[in-house]
């Protein structure tokens, strides 16, 4: 149902959306498939938006209920309709009230694990990543998605954070990545400091953040969401012992290392394993823009420092800056260079060894590491084309009247 079809609709008309609405808690599955398929059809609709900001937790209830179904394409439809309605903030909020991001991680337990259920994983995440996405005024509920990840409670079992962590190093498979959201929603919760401490603690191990560096190199997809997590962990000083001990940073060289470029000295020097393993320098500014905020984060630090000269990082960005076109990446690649030149002792000869906020590490900022931003999108998804939402081709949505839902809700209904 386009926007179009419904430019002008009345008070009247408004309230016919709480029809809809209630015949989400009919018994009947069919009934409430023909719900979900009509309020899908209206996620874009101005009066619709009107109507769940009015009617929030109305909406949001019964839907919610509606993504433990039996019926797998029910179960799909209410996950693809909250993952539209959560990328309001409102909605996001009520879901978390309600502890919906619990139960969509208790779903995703179950549709993952047990079930090997691709499609309502991807959609799992995707509600996941978008209810994590917000800033919300309110403190407590910020503070409720950290206790429904498990991070302010102390245990022998395996949290929910880790249990994420653990699918985020699941290769992805040959027709689709179902944890392509996944990687947003990592970055978003790594915004907190108390999910930063988690994720450094000893019990998630070096392989995992090794798996993951590895990813950044090989599976494109997954790189922004990776480097993004990355790099909420180096604004935190205490991750970068952590973070330089895995394979983070020359796995990040690999495509931020110019092996074309003419100037070929000093190319013995570079890691061999980024020599080896380097994929070309990529022209994407964004992933560069990070791949510079993480390497000037971790020089802000002794260890870091430390850790980016045992793979000659100065090779990387020498050529780098060589390269680089954008004049703010490069104003970054030039106050980090001091530091993965010289020796510590050289820094302290020069009094570079504390961070000089003057210089810059973040990119438009000062060098003094900023707080973590989310900056993923809201997911969207339509219902795949087999669900009933799809319409017949040969008919013209603006043939279709609001009015005509109800009489096939009614119909499907006396079937």
Partial sequence: FPQSAHAAMDESQLEMFGEVVGFLSDPKAQVQGSALAGLLGYVDVPEFKQYVAENTRAVVRPTMRLMASEQREIAKAAFALLTNLSQNKAVGKCMVELKGFKRVLELLMTNYVLEGDAELTFLSCAVLANLSGHTYENPATTKAIEEQLGVTTEGAGQTPLEFLVACAT?????????????????????????????????????????????????????????????RNLASEPSCHPKLVESDLPWRMC???????AKDLEGRDAVYKEIVENQIGFSADVSTRRLGAEVLGLLCTTKEGREGLRLINTYEV????????EDPEIKDALESIVPSVHYTEEELVAEGLDEPDPNRVYQIGNGLNPQPPEAVVEPAKVTLAEDHPARQDPSVDPSDLPLEGLFDRIEENGAK
């Fill in 170 to 230: 699941q290769a992805p498979q040959e027709k689709g990545d179902p944890f392509l959201h996944l990687y947003n929603l990592l970055q978003n919760i790594s915004n907190w400091a108390s999910v930063r401490a988690a994720l450094m603690s000893e019990r998630t191990t070096l392989a995992y953040w090794n798996i993951l560096a590895s990813y950044m190199v090989s599976q494109r997809s997954r790189r922004k969401g990776v480097m993004g997590l990355f």
């Fill in 317 to 324: 960005v020498r050529r780098w800056h060589l390269k680089e």
């Fill in 254 to 260: 690999c495509f931020l290392f110019d092996a074309e």
